[in-house]
């Protein structure tokens, strides 16, 4: 089997929406983060006792993964001709004489299938939880390349690390594609791990309070979309973990989990990788 494994890459999206142009959209909202359920019915906030008493922007991470699966393969099958004409004893094909069956009328002859078969998939994986998400319209988004994960951070948004590494999501979408094949000779197996891309999206949340119930909501803005959710969390503070392409690019590293049905794609898929960083790493010298 073969296999490749694109280059990794880690994005930025840039937002649509400045944290100012969010705050005036939480303003106008303020009283129907309240406004929900059949308590407020009876109990409706009035705009003079919402205040925002606290905002964040932060970034939240995603992964975008593309596959393409290929076989190439012979295998061997019987056919069933039937016979209409009641006359029909034998019939020769090529040379070979077949003969015809009684009920129902037919012979068989045996071929050679000479088959092709290829699929491919693009899915979005949320990097905190590791669920499936219809998100593929943030792919469509400007963006900016982060050469450096250790300076994404600032002080003016936190950074959600991922908790899902790059292994994972490939595991997942190969096991959905791989499988194995019924043949008698194979002449080209191959996986084309096309894009292995990490991306950060922003995300605005505010959190409110209503003086006189002493209650508390938060709601949050998509930095793209400009669409509005409640029910959210504050993060509160910056997050310290480090992030390192070594920790999140780990495709080969937790590839022995990486078992398919047909065998040995865990151990080929951790070559690939090596493989490939060593010529980045001999091609860098030959610049230097």
Known sequence: MDITVAEEQVFQLLPTLSMAEAREKAWDKKTAVFTTGLSTIFSRPKAEEIQIVYSECRYEPFWHVACKVRYVYDRTRSYNVPVSASEVQRVTVEGVEHQITAKPRQFTITGIEHCLEESSTELVFDAVSGDERDWKSYLRFGKETIPDLSQFASEESIIVPPEVRASAVVRQVLGSMMRPIQADAVHEERVDVQTVDLYFRPVYA????????????????????????????????????????????????DAVDLLVPGGGIAIKLAKAMVNRRERGADQDEQSD
Do not use: C, H, I, N
């Open 206 to 253: 505010f959190e409110y309070r209503w003086e006189p119930k002493d209650k508390t909501s938060v709601a949050e803005f998509d930095g793209l979309t400009g669409e509005m959710s409640t029910g959210g969390v504050t993060l509160r503070q910056q997050v310290t973990s480090v992030l390192t392409p070594e920790l999140l690019f780990d495709v080969g590293m």
